[in-house]
């Protein structure tokens, strides 16, 4: 099922994950990636985490998700940031 979230002023949400997976290692691993200014990790470790937890990523709503795993197996090959 896809979702997208906008606020126009502060606000909380709760999200459950049903069944759970392998989500607490999916955010662990993700929130480790080093990041931009911005928040955003580096393409090739996002890709990376895609084929590392395929059930668990957030994929984008509008690229259908076929190709965003089609996708991930060059991005995976791009560099990432020292271990």
Do not use: C, W
């Not at 990376?48 to 984008?60: N, S």
């Amino acid at each position: 099922m896809r979702h997208t979230f906008e606020a126009e002023v502060d606000s909380t949400y709760t999200v459950e994950f049903r069944p759970a997976l392998r989500v607490e290692e999916f955010f662990r691993d993700l929130f480790a990636l080093p990041a931009d200014k911005h928040g955003k990790p580096r393409i090739g470790d996002a890709a990376r985490m895609m084929r590392a937890y395929p059930d668990e990523f957030l994929y984008f709503p509008f690229i259908p998700v076929s190709v965003q795993r089609a996708l991930a197996v060059p991005l995976s090959k791009l560099g990432s940031a020292s271990r």
